[in-house]
T-cell receptor
Framework: GAVVSQHPSRVICKSGTSVKIECRSLDFQATTMFWYRQFPKQSLMLMATSNEGSKATYEQGVEKDKFLINHASLTLSTLTVTSAHPEDSSFYIC????????????FGPGTRLTVL | DQQVKQNSPSLSVQEGRISILNCDYTNSMFDYFLWYKKYPAEGPTFLISISSIKDKNEDGRFTVFLNKSAKHLSLHIVPSQPGDSAVYFCAASARGTQGGSEKLVFGKGTKLTVNP
């Protein structure tokens, strides 16, 4: 299947700082990427849909000024958690749809964010 | 309102036997369903999918059954192997005939343990 990478895999930061997470499609071009968040023992919750060259579409209840998404190229989307707080600590996962594959989304390995 | 439900948080089976994971959905607009496997601190890995025009899809040891009238799908793994131990997520989307939405709605997952 298609390969999606995320960086970093794990980050610990102080409250009030900003953290940037990168999501890359390694062997295909993705016009659309998705950002999810997963709390322990919970489902993956879609945060936003990232569209190359245009603004991201955020799900209801997700603050767009707090979770900044930039999809500057067909292989890279970034999620920046601004002014992070302990309640932002979570597992953040991105996915991308490979245009060679009709419906399957391929997921990155995830980023564990811990805000102290 | 949880549109995709996996009511069993965990399942334990003996190696070589069949594992049956269940998933129910409430949104009648869903027309594409997927199963993902996930290990701790990793992103989900796509397993198998089914379109609403089918009622069964098979791929090796994995078979997904869809009962549209009951809004129910199940994943059968046979024979089960210890390496199958993971959390399995059911996901659904409403793509429609005009492309629809690529957004995936996930269940909370079922933790499968296959005992040697």
């Amino acid at each position: 299947g298609a390969v999606v990478s995320q960086h970093p895999s794990r980050v610990i930061c102080k409250s009030g700082t900003s953290v940037k997470i990168e999501c890359r499609s390694l062997d295909f071009q993705a016009t659309t990427m998705f950002w999810y968040r997963q709390f322990p023992k919970q489902s993956l919750m879609l945060m936003a849909t990232s569209n190359e060259g245009s603004k991201a579409t955020y799900e209801q209840g997700v603050e767009k000024d707090k979770f900044l998404i930039n999809h500057a190229s067909l292989t890279l989307s970034t999620l920046t958690v601004t002014s992070a707080h302990p309640e932002d600590s979570s597992f953040y996962i991105c996915s991308a749809r490979d245009p060679r594959s009709y419906n399957e989304q391929f997921f990155g390995p995830g980023t564990r964010l811990t805000v102290l | 309102d949880q549109q995709v439900k996996q009511n069993s948080p965990s399942l334990s089976v003996q190696e070589g036997r069949i594992s049956i994971l269940n998933c129910d959905y409430t949104n009648s607009m869903f027309d594409y369903f997927l199963w993902y496997k996930k290990y701790p601190a990793e992103g989900p890995t796509f397993l198998i999918s089914i379109s609403s025009i089918k009622d069964k899809n098979e791929d090796g040891r994995f078979t997904v059954f869809l009962n549209k009238s009951a809004k129910h799908l199940s994943l059968h793994i046979v024979p089960s192997q210890p390496g199958d131990s993971a959390v399995y997520f059911c996901a659904a989307s409403a793509r429609g005939t005009q492309g629809g939405s690529e957004k995936l709605v996930f269940g909370k997952g079922t933790k499968l343990t296959v005992n040697p």
